[in-house]
Structures are given as C-alpha cells and as structure tokens.
DNA sequence: CGAAATCTTGACCGATCTCAACTTACGTGG
DNA sequence: CCACGTAAGTTGAGATCGGTCAAGATTTCG
C-alpha cells in the first residue's frame, strides 16, 4: 500500500482551507504546516473505521470524503459528505480516542493530518482557535439536535422536502440544485430506503413540486407548495 | 481538591458541581464566581425559549430542567433532562446567539449563569477551560450523531429497548431502573407517542423481558433478550 | 376526596418497508 | 470508443409498523 506522504507543499494550500485557521498569522499557519503530513487516498479507500484508535484530525485538502455510522443492529446511515476544508475525526480527539464511525474516499483525495499533540499544542498556545473550534461544534451540535428532531418528529416525505429546501438554500436560493450523492446515500441519509425516496421523488414531480434532470439534478417549482406538506 | 467551609454562597456550590470547571484553581474558580448570577425558577417557569436572544450560559445548581425543541412541522420533541451540575445555553453562545430549543423547569429549580463576555473572558485566560468544553461538546456531538442514526435506522421497539439498555448502564448494571420522567415524555424523547410507549412497555412485560413496577420503574428480566429484538 | 392529568387498551387506517421484477446508468476492458 | 456486465434506480404488490381517535382506568395533587 504506497501512500504518498508528502511534507510540504499541499499543506498551505490546504490549512488556509480550514475556516478554523483563517484568522491566524502567517506565521502561526507555518508553525501548524509544520506538524502536519498529507496522505493520498484512492477512491473507495477507508480513511478510518469504527473502532480504530484516534491519533489525529484529518482535513479533505482536495476529493469527497463520507462519513456513516452503523447503528445498533447494523444498518448504515451516511452523515455528512466532507469537501475540501472540511475536517473530521475531531469527535475522538478530545474524548475516548476510538472512532465511531467510517470515513470513506468518494472519489481520490487528499487528506491532511494534524496529530493529536500537535493540535492540543496549538490550542493551549493559540487559544483563539479553540474558541474556532468551539464555534464549529456548536454550529454541528445545533445542526445534529435538529436532526434528531425532524427524524423523531417528522415524516420521511416531510424530511425529503425539508433537505429540498436546505439544498436550495445551500445554493444561495437558486431553484435548480444538484444532489451531492446518490439516491441510496441520500436515502440513508434521510434514513428511508431508495424505493420510498424514489416514489416520493416522482410524486412530487406528478404533484409539480419539482422536475427531475437525470439522477443528479433537480429544479425546484414550487417551494412554498413542497414546505405545505 | 478538599472542600473548604468558608461562605457557600450558592454560585460557589454551584460552580464546583460542574465537570468543566473542577480542575480550576480555587483563586480561579473565585475569579470566575465573580461573573455569575443565581436566579431562582418556579416549577413550569420557562428559563428560556427558541428565538430568545442568548446572552449567557445557564448552570443548574439545584432543580430540574427540561429541554425540547419544537420541529419544522410544530411537534415537541423533548431533547434532554438537566439535573445539578449540567448546562445548558452553550450553543448559541458561540454562534448565532438565538436559542433553538426551550428550557423549562420542571420542579423549582435554581440555576446559574456566566455571561457570554466573562465566559469568552475565562476561555482566552485560561485555554485549558476550552479543552474541558471542547471535550464535552465532543461527547455530545458523539451522542447526538449516534441518536440521529438510531432515529434512522431502527424502529420504535428496538429504540426503547436500547433506552433501558441504557438507563441500566447509568445505574452501573443495576437491573432495576427508575425512569427520569413521565411516559408522555419519554415518548417524545424516543420519538413516538404515549400509547405505542405503553402498548410496547407490556409487550416487553407478557414476554417476560422486565416487569414494570408503578409508572416509574421498571426490572430487566432478560436483558439479553431484549438486546436480541 | 375529587378534578385533572396521565396512562392503557382497542379498533382502524395510513405510511413506509420488503421483496421482486424490470429499466437505466456507469465503468471497464478489449 | 463501444459493448457488456454490474450497480443503481424505478415500479408494483403485499405486509407490517406505528400513529390516530376514542373510551376507560389509574394516578397525582390541591
């Protein structure tokens, strides 16, 4: 297995990728690169599992990376989909140090690792990131109990809707969004299987809700129509 | 850490109470006694509500308070129970500063606050303050992704199965649980509705995995078996 | 002690899952 | 670059789970 470990130059490119490290100086994002190492993943390649011990947070600098958990009993539900800057693997850092859940390559990409040490470092002396970081748990924390909320509460067509409206949102509010994964990703996101989704999906389309172009993309006609339901 | 018996004021017995800040030096924990405010909340008194404005982080020092959120669709799902020591606000401390959930009390409930600037104060002086938040937001994040996979993968009975589950290992493997709220409640918190609750809770007892004793505790007769659903 | 809230039980219905057959899209090797 | 095989998506029929409504039982608390 020959990963390439590089040492320098994606590491710029990708810690001023990171929101968290946006304020720093110059100087602080070269002290970082330096505790950093890159690692080239093929598509379909783990990056962790569950169960795996934790040593460090790892940064998608370039690529599609996702993240499920198994539940109980042993079905799959897909939680995010990092992009460039995002990170994960944070979760472990601060606590029992096993992973939960799998990250998965989507496609080849480049992942940035900062060491456990390394980061623990930084926030004693810089402690402005922490309060970064802080912010970013939080807006994840508000993001997840909503989450539970609307899968406790709501009906799957209701939470298809709802991600409708979410992505329209995500795109700045242009009507025709693009699905970031597959049917059956997107349905274990929403937890509901691929035939439920896809009978949604054509009745709101007979319904004028919506009009699918392909597996891929969807044009919004009727938001107000689809929050209704 | 021994305890001196000098003048509890309740900010002082109440500040020791929390995990985050047990580690503090005493001239520390003074400093930050300093920033708080204790008000006193009558059973049904709301502490705070979704849209309010977030200025504060909230400690309950005595009391219990509940906390829900209400879905797109307008239904309550109750989120989480605080007891002395836990708190509760921290969110929109970092963010957006709106509340998103509702915090009520549900007996007479005395509760703790630290603003946000003397809190954000605290957090620059001393960064190992941000670790112990850090930490405790991670294993919330960690429980809320893994209440969003169950919510999403596993149905009702199996759900409530793995809430008793649960509730044995917080009595530390006690099979005689005591049941931290009204049915009605519970059934919120697990995502259903009182009369499915119930219907399963007898299911469970005519097959001889617990015996419900009143309405507030219940054996696990065969924990294994419940496991096994 | 009695009103009000909570809980239980039954009957019924609708939403969603499962299984299976079929269609469409995608990636790979020739 | 095309053809083919495999994976992904769709559609239908049937079964099941869980919610709703309503009535009755139990508990709680003033």
Redesign the pocket.
């Known amino acids: 297995m020959d990963k390439k470990i590089h040492t320098c130059t994606p590491h710029r490119a990708c810690i001023s990728l990171v929101p968290i490290f946006n304020h720093l100086e110059d100087c602080q994002i070269h002290e970082i690169m330096k505790s950093t190492k890159s690692t080239s993943y093929k598509k379909g390649e783990m990056i962790y599992r569950a169960g795996d011990v934790s040593d460090s947070l790892h940064i998608v600098s370039d690529g599609k990376v996702k993240i499920y958990r198994l539940s109980e009993s042993g079905k799959e539900q897909l939680v995010r989909i990092l992009g460039p800057g995002d990170f994960t693997g944070e979760l472990a850092l601060f606590n029992e140090s096993i992973h939960e859940s799998y990250a998965e390559a989507m496609e080849d990409s480049d992942i940035c690792m900062i060491t456990r040490e390394a980061l623990q470092r930084f926030l004693m002396e810089f402690p402005s990131i922490s309060l970064m970081i802080l912010s970013e748990f939080s807006k994840r924390l508000e993001k997840s109990e909503k989450q539970v909320t609307r899968f406790a509460t709501e ?4 939470r298809i809707a709802l991600f409708l409206s979410e992505r329209v949102e995500d795109e700045g509010g242009r009507m025709e969004i693009s699905l970031p994964m ?6 274990s996101y929403l ?12 009745e709101f389309e007979k319904e004028g809700y919506i009009k ?1 172009i ?3 993309k969807i044009k919004i006609l009727d938001l107000d129509g689809l929050m209704d339901l």
Chains 1, 2 share one sequence.
């Open positions: 009906k799957v067509e209701t597959a049917r059956k990703d997107l349905a937890g509901t299987t691929p035939e439920t989704l896809s009978r949604k999906l054509t699918q392909g597996y891929k």
